[in-house]
């Protein structure tokens, strides 16, 4: 089970940090990301943190946005900062044991999904 928390409403500029907690799994087992879904608009990833503990990130967040994970607490992290308003979304952490470098920012082979979180960056 995932549970997304973190999320609010902040101005332009500002930072916020995303928690993504994992139950009943270990995470060094999952590659996991974050993927963001803006109102009447398809899922877009956002950042990946694999097994091997590689980053990826889509370009639009990239220098911005950090993704981390803290096993002792079985938690991912969502860092923003300098957020804009079309960060604005809904934000929602997945697992997967099975995506590979091709794949990975594809959201249809992430297999457990968070309940997703409001974030709106206001200008």
């Known amino acids: 089970q995932l549970q997304a928390s973190g999320g609010g409403l902040v101005q332009a500029g500002d930072s916020l940090r995303l928690l993504c907690e994992v139950s009943g799994r270990t995470l060094s087992g999952y590659t996991m990301a974050w993927f963001r879904q803006a109102q009447g608009k398809e899922r877009e990833f956002v950042a990946a943190?694999?097994?091997?503990?590689?980053?990826v990130y889509s370009d639009s967040v990239k220098g911005r946005f950090t993704i981390s994970r803290e096993s002792a607490k079985n938690t991912v992290y969502l860092r923003m900062s300098s957020l804009k308003p079309e960060d604005t979304a809904v934000y929602y952490c997945?697992?997967?044991?099975?995506?590979?470098?091709?794949?990975?920012?594809?959201?249809?082979?992430?297999?457990?999904w968070g309940q997703g979180t409001q974030v709106t960056v206001s200008s």
């Open positions: 997945a697992a997967s044991t099975r995506v590979i470098n091709t794949t990975r920012r594809n959201h249809q082979f992430y297999d457990y």
């Open positions: 943190l694999t097994r091997s503990s590689t980053t």
